[in-house]
């Protein structure tokens, strides 16, 4: 089925540093998100992205947080600077966009970052 | 603001049993509800959803989940695991209107003993 691509798979980077996680989404989507999860609990929302601008985000999307999808290339999430509680493995979905709301996301297999 | 509760954290079944995972909702307006799942290590996998209609949603690998209205709720059931359903389930709950965001669940650990 259809893939979706993050890398690195694991990022380790020292407090204060920048970091960028990448994700290649499938294809021909165009809704693109990022979501958060810190050892095996709950999926937390981040963002959403679409026609180059952030639709939505949480209380979580901090300032240091940014997103971006030059064209033709890597859905990013960038961090800077990173703090400790930034560690936690970071997921990237995209979806097609049919015009409707009940679509399906299609997820990457995880970046997992830590912040020492 | 929709919000998505699931009461059990861990399930252990044996293989063969069947398997009913709870998952409640709330929210003043329309939704539609899925069901992911994680195995360890991996990316979430959709399994089903539902938007309209039929309140009874058939899903991969022998999956469905019944949607209520009237108890807030769309339990997921499986009528005979396997060892490959170990792994752990989200509940989902975007609203129709506004904002795309898909709400998790805090998941549910499913464990297939043999």
């Known amino acids: 089925g259809p893939k979706v691509l993050q890398i690195p798979s694991h990022q380790i980077i020292d407090m204060g540093q920048m970091v960028t996680l990448n994700c290649d989404p499938v294809?021909?989507?165009?809704?693109f998100y990022w979501y958060k999860q810190i050892l095996g609990q709950q999926m937390e929302f981040l963002v959403n992205f679409y026609n180059g601008k952030v639709m939505e985000k949480s209380k979580l999307f901090k300032d240091q947080f940014s997103v971006e999808r030059p064209d033709g290339s890597y859905f990013t999430l960038k961090i800077q600077p990173t703090a400790l509680e930034d560690s936690a493995v970071y997921f990237c979905a995209s979806s097609p966009w049919g015009g409707g709301r009940a679509e399906t996301l299609y997820f990457g297999s995880g970046t997992r970052l830590t912040v020492l | 603001t929709q919000t998505v509760s699931q009461s059990d954290a861990h399930v252990t079944v044996f293989e063969g049993d069947s398997v009913e995972l709870r998952c409640n909702y709330s929210y003043g307006g329309s939704i539609y509800l899925s069901w992911y799942i994680q195995h360890h290590g991996r990316g979430l996998q959709f399994l089903l959803k539902?938007?309209?209609?039929?309140?009874v949603v058939q899903g991969v690998n022998g999956f469905k989940a019944e949607f209520s209205k009237s108890d807030s709720s769309f339990h997921l059931r499986k009528a005979s695991v396997h060892w490959s359903d170990s792994a752990v389930y989200f509940c989902a709950v975007s609203a129709t209107q506004g904002g795309r965001a898909l709400i998790f669940g805090t998941g549910t650990t499913v464990s297939v003993s043999p």
């Open positions: 294809s021909n989507h165009l809704y």
């Open positions: 539902y938007y309209s209609g039929n309140p």
